[in-house]
């Protein structure tokens, strides 16, 4: 068992930047792939960005060049460093685990572990 808290996520200015982190627990992550998935209000939950067991990074389209995902496995934690918000970046973000391997990390229908959410929330 994995158990996952995300924190630091809040209200922000467009422009700002925000550095989510989640913190597991129970397991070492080291042989984890950890997702990134967000959900706006009233829509599906959606891809933003993996990081692999091996280190391959993966970013969703409409957050390329302005998240960067990235994992401490000494730390067993996950991070998403978002910049130049956006107030269309507002929705609960959720860290996410699995040790499945040959899976499209982008579905959260392959995920066996999940955080709680984290609110970011980005005014115009």
């Known amino acids: 068992q994995v158990q996952l808290v995300e924190s630091g996520g809040g209200l922000v200015q467009a422009g ?7 913190a597991a627990s129970g397991q070492n992550i080291h042989a984890y792939s950890m997702t990134w998935f967000r959900q706006a209000l009233g829509k599906e939950r959606d891809f933003v960005a993996s990081v692999t067991w091996a280190g391959t990074i993966y970013h969703a389209d409409s957050v390329k060049e302005r998240f960067t995902v990235s994992r401490d496995n000494d730390k067993n934690t996950l991070y998403l ?6 107030p ?12 499945l391997r040959g899976i499209s ?18 005014s115009s």
């Open 16 to 22: 700002d930047s925000l550095r989510l982190s989640c």
């Open 81 to 86: 460093q978002m910049n130049g918000l956006r």
């Open 88 to 99: 269309e970046d507002t929705a609960v973000y959720y860290c996410a685990a699995t040790d």
């Open 105 to 122: 990390l982008g579905s959260a229908t392959n995920q066996q572990y999940w955080g709680q959410g984290t609110q970011v929330t980005v």
